[in-house]
């Protein structure tokens, strides 16, 4: 945040390395928070922003060191933000300081007045479970609602958005845990854990989870989909943009000017992008475009069981695709979300996806290049 004390020169820099991050230029913001500093010597809210800048370079000693200076004024942010960074090299480790996400305002923000969950057994009353942030995240770690279920030994009640209840309705009841997708009384609850601190009080921090997919979509609505494709050719669904209100969303979704160069031989492309849209393609490019149709995610998931395969920029449908077990095909930007790491054409999290990087700051077309190769790897064969 800007301290209005500050002259216009200093809140003019603010703004300017800011918008430099947003728009995914970390050296430009690196010079104008350093600018900043030089003015402002210790500003808390430079050196984060330093640190975010020097992140985005994959200059991960050097933003530690910023993050850790601007602590003492934000030290949930800085904490978050340092977890992340040791996630995003593998450092098991991070788990615990990602626990300061629960105190950053905003970032999760329901947060009933319950007792936490230390992941013991419980002897009376139920466990609240709640989804959080976006819905990647929700799907990322429902995985371990059943080790949850075994540890607890409680009944477990599952807070989730309304987009996707529908989906993940079958799977809790076989399970024996209720859905809840609007609001609800905390009545009969002792206790309340959110999905993204489960890796942490299950004790699975040390490394990221291997496992087979745990959610199928719904057949009748996938035999529909079916139906609206050429059963003869390879058909792949394409995402090229996330969430526009996503702090990094500038590096992650692919501009217009590109999707125009984008081929993939013998393929037919099917859109599933969600209206309404930030970069419309060319009329040409898509073969047909199911994105009007993405409902809710179950409807989501038909379509993709549908599909050969997905084409995805980081976006909650490549952790869908995933958790369906899905052949999936993720591009990521050259530094990517930590849940991605730094290397690697494969995730522990989600055997059936492959991630096409890219070998250079801003490079989606060197990223697009390893996408036919790596489709020729997860598409069933026939």
Not at 163 to 180: E, H, K, T
Not at 190 to 202: D, E, M, R
Not at 204 to 227: F, H, M
Request: charged residues 20%; aromatic residues 6%; glycine residues 10%.
């Amino acid at each position: 945040m800007i301290d209005p004390t500050y002259p216009p020169k200093a809140t003019e820099l603010h703004s300017r390395a800011e918008l430099a991050l947003r728009e995914g230029d970390p050296l430009q913001a690196e010079r104008a928070f350093r600018e900043i500093l030089r003015q402002h010597a210790g500003d808390a809210g430079a050196l984060h922003g330093l640190a975010l800048a020097l992140h985005d370079q994959r200059c991960f000693a050097e933003a530690e060191v910023a993050f850790l200076q601007a602590r003492p004024a934000t030290p949930a942010l800085t904490d978050y933000h340092t977890a992340l960074l040791r996630l995003l090299q593998g450092d098991g480790a991070g788990w615990l300081g990602w626990e300061a996400r629960l105190k950053v305002p905003g970032l999760v923000p329901v947060q009933p007045a319950l007792p936490r969950w230390d992941g013991s057994p419980i002897s009376r009353g139920r466990l609240l479970l709640l989804g959080e942030q976006g819905f990647g995240d929700c799907l990322q770690f429902l995985r371990f609602l059943p080790a949850a279920l075994r540890c607890s030994g409680a009944p477990i009640v599952l807070g989730v958005p309304d987009a996707l209840g529908s989906l993940l309705q079958p799977w809790a009841n076989s399970l024996g845990v209720d859905i809840v997708t609007g609001r609800l009384s905390l009545d009969g609850f002792s206790h309340v854990a959110h999905v993204g601190s489960l890796p942490l009080l299950l004790r699975v921090a040390e490394a990221a989870p291997r496992g087979e997919p745990w959610l199928t979509a719904d057949s009748e609505r996938t035999a529909t989909w079916r139906r609206r494709r050429p059963a003869a050719q390879r058909t792949v669904g394409l995402c090229w943009e996330g969430r526009a209100s996503h702090p990094q969303d500038a590096r992650r979704s692919l501009p217009l000017h590109l999707l125009q160069r984008l081929v993939l031989p013998g393929t037919l492309l099917t859109g599933l992008q969600r209206p309404p849209l930030r970069a419309v393609p060319p009329e040409s490019f898509l073969a047909m475009d199911w994105g009007p149709d993405v409902m809710d995610f179950a409807e989501a998931a038909a379509m993709l069981t549908a599909l050969d395969a997905l084409v995805t920029v980081d976006t909650a449908m490549a952790h869908l695709a995933g958790a369906l077990g899905r052949p999936a095909v993720v591009l990521l930007p050259w530094v990517p979300d930590w849940r991605w790491g730094l290397s690697g054409e494969r995730t522990p999290w989600y055997p059936s996806l492959r991630l096409a990087r890219q070998p250079r700051p801003g490079d989606w077309l060197g990223a697009w290049a390893q996408v036919g190769a790596l489709l020729e790897t997860i598409i069933p064969a026939g």
